[in-house]
Nanobody, 128 residues
């Protein structure tokens, strides 16, 4: 089984930047000879969980939700997957989760039902 853990959440001022990281109990990618689809999702209070970014670890290809394009960057680095957020906005405040599917994700990789493994989340709060 795969356990995931997110790091890096906290309080940030609007306009600032932060990095979220996701690490797993086993190395992402490679050993299965296939693709690992790793996604970052977020859920604000009273809202549905939404996918914001996705990466295929073995190939490095990425995809982003329209709402975060140009501000969010997902990358795979040394066995973890990072999410860099710049020009933080108040609407970015949420619980952020990383998720993994061993294999190809459906469509853009933003369907939460498609993922098998989830972390506990890390909270981002934004002050103006």
């Amino acid at each position: 089984d795969l356990q995931l853990q997110e790091f890096g959440g906290g309080a940030v001022q609007a306009g600032g930047s932060l990095r979220l990281s996701c690490s797993g109990s086993r190395y992402f990618g490679g050993s299965f000879g296939g693709s690992w689809c790793v996604g970052w999702f977020r859920q604000a209070p009273g809202k549905v969980r939404e996918g914001v970014a996705r990466i295929y670890v073995d190939h490095g290809t990425t995809s982003y939700a329209d709402s975060v394009k140009g501000r969010f960057t997902i990358s795979a680095n040394n066995g973890k997957v990072d999410l860099d957020i710049t020009n933080v906005r108040p609407e970015d405040a949420a619980m952020y989760y990383c998720a993994v599917k061993v294999g190809w994700c459906v469509g853009g990789g933003f369907d939460s039902a498609d993922y098998t493994y989830w972390g506990q989340g890390t909270r981002v709060t934004v002050s103006s």
